[in-house]
């Protein structure tokens, strides 16, 4: 059983390469339009705002948030996504390699994006929490933040223990279980192609009930304003697809 392995405390090091950006290709550019113009707005980003896009991955968002801003960054911890994104989207993109535990920045963003499930990777949660104080380290006074996060209630309903997927000449065979002990959704994903095995990865992400997401930003300097349930602006509720939280930093 997939359940009896442990998932690597440093999985988040591994399933980041040349293989993910393959596996989820439909996570474009293009579906990232929709997601930018709503983040846009609950922020009120502005042209002559500072931007970071934490985990900012192949650059899908940055694209979009490109032509709006002056200043942005996009900081990652994959040099391979990290080099996919220079070579796609141009020399002109500012990209940092860094661990989100420890941005290399003091109060140097106006604005904090953080998209798709970036966050809650770390095994321990002092560490997750040393993510929100130096995400709160690298804002302005009075900046603003926004993170699109999993919503534990769906995660729990919805919960598919396995699938198998075509992506392009690959099968994509994914085992999905929650630990309970833990609070953490699980995936193993075995990649084959043409019945060949290729490569095994792993993920594992903290889920965080809304009140207790907010205690752990706020205990990091980040005050939530606002949640919202998906990138159509609607409220979060146990059925939503996505937890948005919106906010400033505190002090
Ligand atoms: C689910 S992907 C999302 C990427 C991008 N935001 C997008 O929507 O395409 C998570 C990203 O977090 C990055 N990451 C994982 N661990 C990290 C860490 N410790 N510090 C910074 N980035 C990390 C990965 O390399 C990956 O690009």
Redesign the pocket.
Known sequence: MEQDREIDPNW??E??GEL?SLI?AH?SVEA?RDEVRFAAEAVKLQPTDRVL??????G??MTHLHPNVDFLVG????ST?LAMAQRERGESFRLVR????AVPFVAAFDVVF?????FG??RHEDENRMTVQSVARSLRSEGRFFIDYINPDAVRRGLEPHSVRKAGLYTVDDTRWIDDNEGRINKRTRVSRENRYVATFEESVRLYAPEEFEQLLLQGGLRIERFYGDFSGADLSPDSQRMIAVGHKTG
């Open positions: 988040y090091a399933s980041f993910y989820y996570r990232a896009d934490l985990a900012c991955g192949g899908r968002h900081l990652d911890y994959s996504l860094a661990d989100m535990r953080n998209f798709f499930t970036s990777y770390f």
